[in-house]
């Protein structure tokens, strides 16, 4: 109970010249066609194992929610099959079918039926459901008086009344307060562990990479990439940041992981390098050590405006900090074709043990998504080791300075 | 089979549904529900009044000063449901496009509700008007049980068409404007208001393949004159009801997925 299996899918809307020609093929006694198929997923093939957690990514308009519609059922797909088991709960419209001038009981009983469940089974979950939405005497007013993050409480609480086999979130949890975000996201996790099959599309890197297990990146309607979270949402940055010429190439590094290049090469970097207050290179930090980052990099055409940034990551990919030369009121402008620079970023290392990656880009203006020269993800992987500090947690040092009153 | 099975088990999003759309009618009213009486009760009492008090209009062979306004009344709520039920199905897929686009159901429940819905409201009208004819002493005795099967022919009638209406009206939106005016004339090709005698003989016998004659004229003939409907001139309407209910399940079956698409 809980897989869900994709083979060969591919979705085409029927495009018809004029008004006319459905009128057309439709009386046409020889099967005659007159539409185009105008393809927006293709050759979807992917399997999701019961109690999995499955992110899928892609830009606006990459077939995200075409994909939802058609494992949901809402849509039917043109080609190929989709294949689910157990009893599957969308997230992906919430508060769909409210009706304003009914109360909240009311309209919770009213959307737990359109979910399938018996007027029983819903008077039976509606302490619960009272319960989590946290409405409190509001139930019992018409849904016009909630405010949004009320109704998509209700709803969040209607639909996750059960626990389904399958679960398919939208970004539907980006409404509500931070409070809710965080009680949803932990039902959610909570479901996963007890079993739930997962799958979550979603823009935000924190969610993707905290809650799933793999992820599959949607690029104009196939798949681009799917793989390990933290790959994914790199390749996926990269591709955000992709522009007219530039590309994408990925190779993997020695130690198996995937590193990404993109960019449209106007510029590049040469070397870099993390050294310590004598000059050496380093590869193991001591918590607390003095280091510097060099980055080498060389003009290869006349340039406008060059920015240089870089990010410091845990071994799961989730930034701990990063910074460019635009916040650090040193950009540069009008640069030749050929010039070569040397940045020097001197920072203590004030990290918890464990392993860090830097990723580096140069670009125009304070982010990479106008014009991205070069995006390098895991240029350089480092590791943090705790040699002379008292054992503590986390991946910041933040020594304190204690005091205790009796 | 595999349809009515998934029907059955959403029965409660079915009767809710239903119920739903009742109350929302009234909500915020202060009558309430008391204005699904008073409206049809004003008609019942305006037809009386104007035809039996007022213009004293007599229906031919038979003696009652109530007759015309009652000939009136059976054809107008009959007529009433028809398109009701019809006019609705048409645009069942259109005015709930947002919950077919997001929401994984039966497709089938839509329809199914409006049916009901139309059939409580009749109910309620018929009931009243059933009232009227026990209290003017009108009422045509045990008669009056052989309206079942006719309605259920006509229901039969209406969701075909409408449900076979109401898929083509997604593709081609001219037809549920096409079939409004279809309707208007419809209304005035069926002795509802009329009785059939006052037509030429050509034009009566044109008359005979509107099947809605055939439905009108038994509830007239049960209603007002008492007797039991003629079960032969219904074999026509029947079969077709249940052709225009295969065809209509047909359409919806091989476009109910290219449907979604295009709402």
């Known amino acids: ?105 009311q309209n919770a009983v009213m959307a737990g039926q359109l979910l399938g469940y018996s007027v029983e089974e819903i008077a039976r979950l509606m302490p619960e459901i009272e319960a989590f939405a946290e409405i409190g005497e509001y139930i019992d007013q018409p849904v016009r008086v909630y405010s949004s993050g009320m109704q998509m409480r209700l709803a969040f609480s209607v639909a996750t009344a059960h626990r389904p086999d399958i679960l398919i979130v939208d970004e539907a949890l980006s409404v509500g307060d931070a409070y809710f975000q965080h009680k949803s996201f932990n039902r959610i996790r909570a479901f996963g562990k007890e079993g739930t099959t997962l799958l979550i599309v979603s823009h935000d890197k924190g969610s993707i990479q905290g809650i799933c297990d793999r992820a599959i990146l949607l690029d104009a309607g196939v798949i681009g990439m799917q793989g390990a979270p933290d790959a994914v949402m790199d390749y996926y940055n990269a591709l955000l940041a992709e522009r007219e010429n530039s590309t994408v190439r990925q190779h993997v590094t020695d130690d198996g992981k995937l590193k990404i290049t993109s960019g449209t090469g106007e ?54 900090y990063g910074t ?50 070069e995006w390098r993800d895991l240029a350089l992987v480092f590791s943090i080791v705790n040699i002379d500090k008292g054992n503590f947690v986390g991946v910041a040092w933040i020594p304190p300075v204690m005091e205790c009153e009796r | 089979m595999q349809m009515i099975q998934a029907l059955w088990s959403y029965r409660g999003f079915v009767l809710g549904s239903v119920r739903r759309e009742f109350e929302s009618k009234y909500r915020n009213s202060l009558l309430g529900a008391l204005w699904t009486i008073i409206n049809p009760l004003t008609m019942i009492v305006v037809y009386t009044v104007i ?19 009652i000939y009136l009344c059976v054809g107008v709520l009959t007529w009433g449901l028809f398109t009701e039920t019809v006019g609705r199905s048409q645009n069942v897929f259109l005015e709930n496009a947002n919950l077919l686009k997001k929401i994984s159901f039966p497709r089938l429940c839509l329809p199914v509700i409006v049916v009901a819905n139309a059939g409580l409201n009749f109910l309620i009208i018929f009931s009243l008007f059933t009232i009227f004819l026990i209290v003017s002493g009108n009422f045509p005795g045990l008669v009056f049980v052989a309206l079942i099967p006719v309605l259920m022919i006509q229901t039969l009638f209406a969701v075909g068409l409408g449900i076979t209406v109401g898929v083509l009206n997604v593709f081609f939106r001219d037809v549920g404007q096409l079939f409004g005016v279809i309707l208007q004339f419809w209304f005035w090709l069926t002795p509802v208001v009329y009785p059939v005698t006052i037509l030429p003989e050509s034009v009566r016998a044109a008359i005979r393949y509107n099947p809605m004659n055939a439905l009108i004229s038994a509830y007239q003939g049960i209603v007002v004159r008492g007797l039991w409907p003629d079960w032969m001139s219904l074999w026509p309407v029947t079969v077709l009801s249940i052709l225009l209910c295969l065809l209509g399940m047909r359409l919806f079956r091989k476009h109910a997925g290219e449907m979604v698409d295009e709402l």
Do not use: C
């Open chain 2, 51 to 69: 035809f039996a008090k007022l213009m004293q209009a007599k229906l031919p062979g038979v003696d009652s000063t109530f007759a015309y306004s």
């Open chain 1, 1 to 105: 109970m809980g897989s869900i299996t994709v083979k060969q899918l591919g979705k085409a809307y029927k495009q018809y010249p004029s008004r006319w020609s459905r009128l057309a093929e439709w009386l046409s006694p020889t099967g005659k066609t007159h539409h185009t198929l105008k393809w927006v997923l293709q050759d979807i093939d992917f399997e999701v194992k019961a109690g999995e957690a499955v992110g899928i990514v892609g830009i606006n308009g990459a077939g995200k929610s075409t994909l939802l519609k058609m494992i949901t059922g809402t849509t039917q797909p043109t080609t190929g099959s989709v294949q689910v088991t157990g009893r599957v709960a969308a997230l992906l419209e919430l508060g769909m079918g409210f009706h304003p001038d009914f109360t909240g009981r």
């Open chain 1, 267 to 320: 510029a590049t970097i040469d070397d870099i390098a993390l050294l310590d207050d004598k000059g050496e290179r380093l590869e193991v930090v001591n918590v607390g050590q003095a280091v510097e980052l060099r980055v080498g990099v060389r003009a290869l055409e006349d340039l406008p405006e060059l920015v240089l940034g870089y990010v410091i990551k845990d071994r799961l990919g989730q930034p701990v």
């Open chain 1, 324 to 373: 460019n030369t635009h916040h650090l009121n040193d950009k540069l402008f009008e640069l030749k074709s050929g010039a070569t620079l040397t940045y020097r970023f001197k920072f203590p290392a004030n990290l918890g043990v464990g392993t860090y990656s830097i990723s580096v880009a140069l670009h125009t203006a304070d982010n990479h998504i106008s014009k991205n020269y």
